[in-house]
């Protein structure tokens, strides 16, 4: 997997600053975040909410959808739809999610994406559809 180029790290965004993840590897077609899980992620169980990890799936195949290599031209997608299936719990502290482009064409894409964690547990897999937006930044 493709390690993050420095000129393409952008400025985190607002949930991302708030969740605290990072892009840590991005090219054609796939991406990887890291999440370190702290208590403010956990649901009333204990455990990391399930909307972190859809969160997650999310943006890390949105990611490996809109890769451009040119820091000047920045692709972004809209989600037009997302499955996530809850698999297991995590036993270490950090989520890593894997997202990877499976096809799609001119306006829209195909995803999937897997979270483990740095035990090799896999937690969560997801799916999605997402649809290029015309504006780029």
Known sequence: MTPLDPRLDETPYALQRHLGFHLTHWGEDHARLELQ????????AGLPHGGV???????????AGSFTGDPGHKRLALTLSLTTNFLSRPK????IAKGHKVGGGASTFFAEGVIADETGEVIARGSGAFKYRKTTL
């Open 92 to 95: 270490g502290r950090l989520l």
């Open 37 to 44: 899980i702290e208590h403010y992620h956990a649901n009333r």
């Open 53 to 63: 990890y859809a969160t997650l799936l999310d943006t890390v195949m949105g990611y």
